[in-house]
């Protein structure tokens, strides 16, 4: 056969073919299959009719293997660029207050967002286990598009993977992020000084018991939601205010202790904390009496610590509160120069006990 | 109990612990553990003993949340930032010519050079299996830290996440990485033009052949290696001598066809290939005869394809010949204005057939 472009019943063909390809791509399968991953066709349905019509805008819509933004731009927002990624695997994907799709963003927002900058572009790459809803798919999709939304974020470039049934579990994700840090901002770990206030803007534990809650291995009923939130808005507000903040991290995956641990180490102070300020939900405490586990070291996805100076302290405390993701912010601990590297705890009672990092693991796959 | 700084006892004990969390981290462990992705000491450790120590580096050892690099810095180099990610779920991990390490930092850096970009930083987010060997995530470490070497980029900060055996396959890489475009350089899928020439840097289906015989599933034997190479050196050789190269990008997952498919969509022209001219191995000719598989889907992991305006075609050429990346450089096609969105292959009888975007699935987890 010679196909020549000549032949007019040939370019009826070829006008017809290229009518399809061009048509908006839709999944018409109902669950995720090999083919989702080829790089082919059934890819590039998946990806148009999942990704790039829920995050619509047009950086990703290009669909170049990369995108790219005028630096101009950048520089006008600050002097330095934040470059961060994590990846999720949360189990289940759906659970009280949040799900995979939402603390995908919130949490590399957060990562951020804790350096100051003001975050702008994330990436979002999938691993599909064969066989998955493809109704789960455009469900965490549409509820990163919110949280992309909700955040002033746009999702700018992507990949899509596909393993065989077994090869993983469900749907993992990773986003990377970058912003920009304003001029003059300088939050690192190896800043705080002896004297510094350990602030937080809320109760901790919520996302590590939800979590567990919603596992249903146990046999309990809790209110406790997730606190998956973005917390840029929160530090835009504190930076505006004192720009000269010392530290500042969203305490994730190992909890408040494993924070204040990683800061104790990297500015060589000790840190004391005090039990009776921190805020523990009742039902929090109730779970980890059960179990045998400590609110210190559950995972938080909204729960910002701050390390600032004790002149500033009280200023930061009421800005954070009159903000909403910062309404229960409390002075929870203070800087101390001896024991440097170590976290103690003031208890209830008056007793001081050492929090030290975690050993072994409380919860996996907690995000 | 009361433990009071000032007590002598007690702070020898606080240095002795001090002491031993400083200790840079060793992993003792012969398999990961669920504690590797607990965010506690145990993935400490093994970040500093596999990771940090690998990628050495002053940013990455910050171990801040974010890397952070100044905006003056990247502008001196070019106008705008490229951006890009991909995650990597090859299997096997280690086949003939490379492995999942040296993949995940050549595909992204190639994702950033084929828009021009000079390849600068690279995160590495990685999610393991529980019980994999610590020895094997030792070894891809050392592969991606020698491919970073290699094509000149830094990896600045990461992430581990392990999942219960089971729940995934080993070892899966997301890495995405940020590079900056030269002013004046302006290479899209949308800028090919009827009369364009279709240049590659060699051989296709060498990567696709390698993983499919390393799987063992084929009681073949074949010298068949991956091509995976970083290419932004050659890139940056054919920007030197021609800046106004229309579009570039390199064909991995769905191998040659469906990169051209993409740029003949994006651009609304036609692509006519000459098979005559494509270089293919006689062994990868082989297989896909054994095997019903095309060549022209198959994954490469150095492939560049270059569209470039006819009366830059021979001076592209002989720039890519002279290059170590480009030697087997050669013409394989032109672009022509009708029928538009089609390619056409031109096949050794002298007939044209119609190259379509690929259906189906060729070979999963090639990458």
Redesign the interface.
């Known amino acids: ?5 000549t032949n007019s019943a040939q ?1 009826s063909l ?2 017809k ?2 009518q399809v ?2 048509r908006q791509g839709k999944v018409r399968d109902t669950h995720i ?3 989702h ?8 349905d998946l990806i148009d009719d999942i990704f790039v019509s829920n995050f619509d805008n047009p950086i990703l819509s ?11 731009n ?2 006008q927002q ?12 949360v ?1 289940p994907l759906f659970f009280p207050g949040s799900d995979i799709g939402e603390l995908a963003i919130n949490g590399t927002v957060n ?2 967002a ?2 100051g ?1 003001k975050p702008l ?1 994330l ?5 599909l286990e064969e066989g998955l809803p493809v109704e789960i798919l455009r469900r965490v999709a549409a509820s990163m598009n919110a949280a992309a939304k909700n955040a002033g974020i746009k999702i ?4 899509t ?4 049934r ?4 469900k749907l ?1 994700i ?1 986003t ?1 992020g ?1 912003g ?2 304003p001029r003059g901002v300088n939050i ?3 800043n705080i000084k002896p004297g510094d206030a350990v602030i937080i803007n809320g109760e901790i534990g919520n996302h590590g018991t939800a979590i567990l809650i919603a596992r249903g291995e146990l046999a309990l009923e809790t209110n406790i939601e997730s606190d998956c939130q973005p917390l840029h808005s929160l530090v835009e507000t504190i930076l505006h205010i004192c720009p000269q903040v010392h530290a500042m ?2 305490a ?4 408040l202790a ?1 924070v204040l641990n ?1 800061f104790a ?2 500015s060589n102070v ?1 840190i004391r904390l005090f039990e009776e300020s921190i805020p523990v939900r009742e039902e929090v405490n109730g779970v980890c009496e059960i179990l045998g586990l400590d609110p210190l ?1 559950l ?1 938080n996805e909204g729960k910002l610590v701050v390390l600032v100076s004790k002149e500033n302290a009280d200023n930061v405390l009421s800005t954070m509160k009159s903000h909403p993701a910062g309404k229960d912010a409390c002075i929870i601990g203070e800087v ?1 120069s ?5 976290v ?1 705890l003031k208890t209830v009672f ?5 929090v ?7 919860l ?2 907690i995000c």
Request: negative net charge; proline residues 3%; hydrophobic residues 40%.
């Open positions: 056969m010679n196909i020549s472009p370019n070829f006008q073919m290229e390809r061009r299959t090999l083919a991953g080829s790089g082919g066709k059934a890819m590039h290009q669909l170049e293997d990369q995108a790219s933004f005028d630096l101009a950048l520089i600050g002097d330095r660029l934040a470059f961060t990624t994590d990846s999720y695997v189990d990562d951020l804790v350096s900058a572009y990436t979002c790459s999938v691993i700018v470039t992507g990949d993977k596909v393993v065989h077994g090869a993983a579990d993992f990773n990377a970058i920009v840090i690192s770990a190896h991290r969203d994730t995956r190992g909890g494993t990683e180490l990297s000790g070291y995972a101390i001896s024991p440097p590297g170590i103690l008056g007793a001081e006990r050492i030290d990092m975690l050993v072994g693991d409380q996996p796959r």
